[in-house]
């Protein structure tokens, strides 16, 4: 790894010194506020017509260097006031005042503020922070702009604008949030870097990518999301980046106070309340929730409470500190999954009322942001995870088995340990009149440690987490385990835009990788009589280790013949280690291969997105995934000829199809929304056409099947509206058949005999869903109402394996929801 570290710092030195070459003009400017006269801190300036921007500081200060002499567009930008679009001389004589006229921040204000138009999502800026976005395909998601359930986390509302992606609808409340797309399984968005405020927040980041905790939307402002070329930067996932941007301070308040509350069908109620300001150099925000409800089907109660606190103290102009933490914790019934028999006979019912599910998470984080000149900035973050989560239950392999209060429970229980830093340099060069560049070099330190236990749980119905000695008798299980997973990761990256002109730029990058993973620990296995009594009791010891270095590469192309309009390309490859679930884990419907090898592959894109005359934005795009050593499951037997999973490296497969988004603003099309408009209407549709197949397998009877959890089709669509202060929506969403297994086996051999019907094997049908919200706001008041599934719909995104099935889980029925907010 010594040549590629050296090689990278070395091009950030000789990079880095071309920004004392080819000084040009330059401009400094001062923002204030044009009724107070204080200074306007974190205004962006851009110069249009070009790819300069800066920021101003505390005393509203910035400035623009290696500008072309002459007349010059500026166009400024900052939360709470109104956008400035004005005309300056290049080289000015001294400082140049600009100022902002502060406006009431309502979300319709806001939505005209956006960058990307008055309308349809955002998009990310080719550099953002230390980050660079150039040339990926990337979707912004903005919460508050959305006529949607938010207090239940309803993701698919809330990603309906998100071209492609595959959700699994698991809990009422959205206590989790499981996203997938292009062929990747959406189990707790295993497949993504999930990331709030830009640090990890999953259980292990490479040996168990799970996320159990999901932030809750009232508290985000924006949601980040960048597809597989984000693994040059962000780790070798293939589905790319997914990061929650949490709601910063009120830069102009010294005390703002929000408060949700939302009640709503099956005993839901969810309480959300923050307090947030600015005193000085100190900024505070804050929030807690408290969330409950009893699910559509019985034996789903669920509690949970979040609680969150960021400060950030502005050292010196140009360094500012920060310190977040975050509390989770929820205690879940588990309803079990049914057979296909149970859930068309009644999709409501559930014969587990034994099954538990409980999670702690807490989260650190602290971070530094150093502004070394005008074009260069540096952030260093150190992060760490203290959790746990445990599950308890009875598990058959067959779901329709009845259940009874003498059996032992199956208890699995996981703590995490991790600890992580990143550290970015980010500078911005001059390398002639007509060519410049972006340079991104960053290094990334991770330690994991993971406990996992596997045992026998107490009888009786309550959520009582202990480890117990088997006892004689039916059990739900026949072996338990006790492992360690310390794994170890370092990385170093480096990204650069290279701009030809202002309508071509070439972005390569590189990752260098070192990851290591180890499991140690024992299993044993019992053997029982025909009785149910203990016969014999095999203890077995293993210690795995996997070191492996590498390197990935990525190129990206950008190409604007103007400034609505952008073609955009990019290749990179991905790489995806095997997680510790995958080393060692017993489960009644699965069977894992020992010798199951790291994934690896490409992923491009090639699109067209951009803007027309702010009646309509749009992205349409073509990609292609290639997955090698791919991890998926077969249908197989075991000895007793009962139908199993077994979790494999399937082989190779070719992912291939077109994501579309585009929306209108009706109004504008028809010419009738002119500035005194009070009315708006607006319509999008995203659809996603996909073709997956697996071209190589050892298995023949995996070659040329379809890839599972792919539909063919996938469409979601809707319109919103709305007069002053009252706003509507609905929303379509129809996903085409997908298969949960590789051999693309449509249901269990055993349907018909309930004794030996797993479940676990079988198609998800089609299914359509229709959600509708409406709003009313009025200063410091807003009301919200929304209902899901507004037809009632019967159906399940997902057949489980484990927790919390085996079997199909139902989505839930129509449901209806209230909210009052407050905010002053």
Sequence with gaps: MRFPVFSVALAASVLSSFTMLAQQASLRGRVLEAATGQPVAGCEVYVRGSRQI????????????????????????????????????????????????????????????????????????????TAIFAAKKSDVIVPENLVANLATNNARQVYARVAGLNIWESDQGGLQLSIGGRGLDPNRTSNFNVRQNNYDISADALGYPESYYTPPLEAVKRIQLVRGAAALQYGTQFGGLLNFELRAPEPDKTVSVVSRQT????????????????????????????????????????????????????????????????????LAQQPGGLSDAQFARDARQSNRERNWFSVDWNLFNASADWKLTPRSNVNVTAFGLVASRQSLGYRPNFVERTDNDAQQRELISGDFRNLGAEARYLTRYELGASRSGVLLVGTRLYRGYNHSIQGFGPTGRGADFRFVEPAAGLSAQTSSSDYRFPNHNAAVFAENIFYFGDKFSVTPGLRVEYIRTRAEGTYQVIDRDLAGNIDTTRQFSQVRTSPRRFVIGGLGLSYKPTEQRELYANVSQNYRSITFSDMQIANNSLVIDPNLRDERGYSADLGLRGEQQQWLTYDVSLFALIYNNRIGEIQTYDANNNILRYRSNIGRALIVGVESYAEVDALQLLGLNGEASRWNWSAFGNLALIRSRYTASQDQAVVGKQVEFVPVVNLKTGMSGGYGPFKASVQFTYLADQFSEATNSPNSPYMANPERNSAVVGLIPAYHVLDASVSWERRWLKLEGSVNNLANAIYFTRRATGYPGPGILPSDGRSFFLTAAVKW
């Design 263 to 330: 009640a709503g069908s099956y005993g839901f109620f969810n309480s959300f309340n923050s307090v947030s300001g600015t005193v000085k150099r100190l900024s505070y925000y804050a929030f807690a929730q408290y969330k409950r409800g009893d699910g559509w089907r019985p034996n789903s109660h669920f509690d949970s409470k979040t609680a969150y606190a960021d400060l950030r103290y502005q050292l010196t102009e140009k360094l500012k500190l920060g310190a977040q933490f975050t509390h989770m914790d929820y």
């Design 54 to 129: 800066a920021r101003t500081d505390s005393a509203g200060q910035f400035r623009l260097d290696q500008l072309e002499a002459g007349r010059q567009q500026l166009q400024f930008s900052s939360i709470g006031h109104e956008p400035l679009r004005t005309e300056v001389t290049v080289p000015g004589a001294g400082e140049v005042v600009f100022t902002l006229t502060q406006r009431q921040q309502q979300l319709r204000e806001v939505v005209v503020a956006a960058p990307q138009g008055r309308f349809g999502p955002q998009r990310l800026r080719e550099v953002e922070g």
